[in-house]
């Protein structure tokens, strides 16, 4: 199920996105929000695949609001404004509606969001992953993988066993892993949910050579970290 929250001001609009959403197969809508506060709350409590996100807004326009955001689903922009088409793919919107928006345009734009969740649905099906360390390629499963650290240029990837050392940054060796299970809780740590062992105040336990280690958590992953954790609670 895709669960999908619509961001409008504009009554008529809201209905309009609402009667559409409800013709599709498997998209569940969480929920109608008229301003940009009322979706932080609904983003913070729920899990949501696609926004459909007008950018004229009172208070917080849309694109502010998604630039505030540390983590964002996919976002289909809605305004009756054309010329704000360039800042909405400057953010990586998945599309731009412009009002008033016919079904068969939504219907494109929708179709563009599940090809493309397709498509990374289908990278991240793998659980394991190489990477060139000591002059070749060593393949390494997900759920080996304690933690991450970041050092300039290199990553140190740290299993219960061993450290594995491999030149690429923490931003293109996040993006290969699985959003599920990793967690980036500092700049320079990365973390498996799975072998989480204790939460200290700012600090996490994990467990490497059967010695426990902390890992720092930075003040701007702190919100997302506790989301996430609220989301796994019994």
Same mark, same amino acid.
């Given at each position: 199920?895709?669960?999908?929250?619509?961001v409008?001001?504009?009554?008529l609009?809201?209905?309009?996105?609402?009667?559409? %959403?409800?013709?599709?197969?498997? +998209?569940?809508?969480?929920?109608?929000?008229?301003?940009?506060? #009322?979706a932080?709350?609904?983003?913070?409590?729920?899990?949501?695949?696609?926004? +459909?996100?007008?950018?004229?807004?009172?208070?917080?326009?849309?694109?502010?609001?998604?630039?505030?955001?540390?983590?964002?689903?996919?976002? %289909?922009?809605?305004?009756?404004?054309?010329?704000?088409?360039?800042? /909405?793919?400057?953010?990586?919107?998945?599309?731009y509606?412009?009002?008033?928006?016919?079904?068969?345009?939504?219907?494109k734009?929708?179709?563009?969001?599940?090809?493309?969740? $397709?498509?990374?649905?289908?990278?991240h099906?793998?659980? +394991?992953?190489?990477?060139?360390?000591?002059?070749?390629?060593?393949?390494?499963?997900f /759920?080996?993988?304690?933690?991450?650290?970041?050092?300039?240029?290199?990553?140190?990837?740290?299993?219960?066993?061993?450290? %594995?050392?491999?030149?690429?940054?923490?931003? $293109?060796?996040? #993006?290969?892993?699985?959003?599920?299970?990793f967690?980036?809780?500092?700049?320079?740590?990365?973390?498996? +949910?799975?072998?989480?062992?204790?939460?200290? /105040?700012?600090?996490? #336990?994990?467990?490497?050579?059967s010695i426990?280690?902390?890992?720092?958590? /930075?003040?701007?992953?702190?919100?997302?970290?506790?989301?996430?954790? #609220?989301?796994?609670?019994?």
């Amino acid at each position: 199920m895709i669960n999908t929250v619509i961001v409008d001001d504009e009554p008529l609009a809201l209905e309009i996105l609402e009667s559409y %959403i409800s013709q599709l197969k498997d +998209f569940k809508l969480i929920a109608k929000c008229t301003s940009a506060i #009322e979706a932080h709350q609904v983003l913070a409590n729920h899990k949501v695949d696609l926004i +459909f996100l007008d950018i004229e807004m009172p208070v917080i326009r849309g694109t502010e609001f998604i630039k505030s955001l540390k983590s964002s689903p996919e976002v %289909i922009f809605t305004t009756a404004y054309p010329e704000f088409a360039v800042q /909405g793919f400057e953010l990586n919107a998945m599309d731009y509606l412009l009002k008033p928006i016919s079904f068969e345009r939504f219907l494109k734009a929708v179709n563009k969001f599940q090809e493309n969740r $397709s498509n990374t649905k289908t990278e991240h099906e793998q659980d +394991f992953i190489f990477v060139k360390a000591d002059k070749k390629l060593i393949k390494i499963n997900f /759920g080996e993988i304690v933690y991450i650290e970041g050092l300039k240029d290199y990553v140190i990837i740290h299993t219960p066993q061993s450290r %594995i050392i491999t030149l690429q940054t923490m931003k $293109s060796l996040e #993006e290969k892993l699985n959003k599920e299970s990793f967690i980036r809780v500092h700049r320079s740590y990365i973390v498996n +949910f799975e072998h989480i062992n204790a939460i200290h /105040g700012s600090d996490i #336990e994990v467990i490497t050579k059967s010695i426990p280690r902390l890992i720092p958590i /930075g003040n701007n992953y702190k919100e997302e970290l506790e989301i996430k954790i #609220e989301k796994r609670k019994l």
